[in-house]
């Protein structure tokens, strides 16, 4: 992987890390299209690179971040369902990552899920949340339910947990809000995770390898800055329905290109 490739993959996870098109299916994709071979080191970026641009959330609320320790409690609550299923079925996500066809149904599933959320909750769930409103250990838990779906690639983990969360009758800003908070365990965990995993299979990080880590994690944070706002000033105002529309289109090309017999996944 060169550095602009290591730049143009870190500013995808930033743009999409928090709007509800996947931002894992997004990096898969565009790892297909520059032609990147699959590795051990790939994966691993992907996957830390995430954790770059979660710690935006820590810089943008840390108001909101450093509560109390019943708010980190709810954060782990939230946190056990995915990490017992990730545990469970790791070596099959680990396949699915290299699966532009898997990315594919997921985008045009979740797609059109996406058309319906506003209408589902749209009396459920106001758009202004009420002051200092916060799941209860029920909610965060269910939360991390959802969250679980968001395990197989093309699946956003943020519109997961964002559905989940308007499902247990939260505002869009406060189930918005404890989804971006539930990724920093996560990520955490799944990057240290896969750093273990890789290291376990006898690999090891080179001088260049580390440097583009922390490149991919510097530009993803710094974007991710920038996406949080726009995503969280969109919702308000429009709802989750053109992000349904963009995810099947791309779900629709993805397919058109496959069954063209255009060769996306670089295995």
Request: proline share 3%; glycine share 8%.
């Amino acid at each position: 992987m060169s550095w602009l490739e290591a730049i143009i993959i870190a500013i995808v996870e930033g743009l999409t890390e928090f709007l509800p098109v996947s931002s894992t299916g997004h990096m898969i994709l565009t790892q297909s299209l520059l032609g990147i071979q699959s590795s051990a080191f790939l994966k691993l970026f992907i996957v830390s690179i995430q954790l770059g641009a979660i710690l935006s959330v820590i810089v943008l609320y840390k108001s909101r971040f450093f509560k109390s320790t019943r708010f980190y409690l709810k954060l782990f609550v939230g946190f056990i369902p995915a990490a017992i299923v990730a545990s469970l079925l790791g070596d099959r996500i680990d396949r699915m990552l290299e699966s532009p066809l898997v990315v594919a149904v997921s985008l045009l599933a979740g797609g059109v899920v996406l058309l319906f959320v506003d209408k589902w909750f749209d009396n459920t769930a106001p758009s202004k949340p009420t002051i200092e409103e916060e799941p209860k250990y029920r909610q965060a838990f269910i939360i991390g339910i959802f969250q679980c779906i968001a395990l197989i690639p093309g699946v956003s983990r943020s519109a997961a947990t964002i559905i989940g969360g308007m499902a247990q009758k939260l505002s869009r800003n406060t189930a918005a809000e404890f989804s971006f908070f539930l990724a920093v365990p996560t990520m955490f965990a799944a990057t240290a995770k896969k750093s273990l995993d890789f290291y376990q299979e006898g690999n090891s990080l080179n001088t260049e390898e580390l440097q583009l880590l922390l490149l991919g994690n510097l530009v993803a944070f710094i974007v991710a800055l920038l996406a949080i706002r726009f995503f969280i000033a969109y919702l308000q105002k429009h709802g989750f329905r053109v992000f349904g529309w963009y995810r099947i289109l791309v779900g629709l090309a993805i397919l058109c290109m496959l069954g063209m017999g255009v060769d996306l996944a670089i295995i």
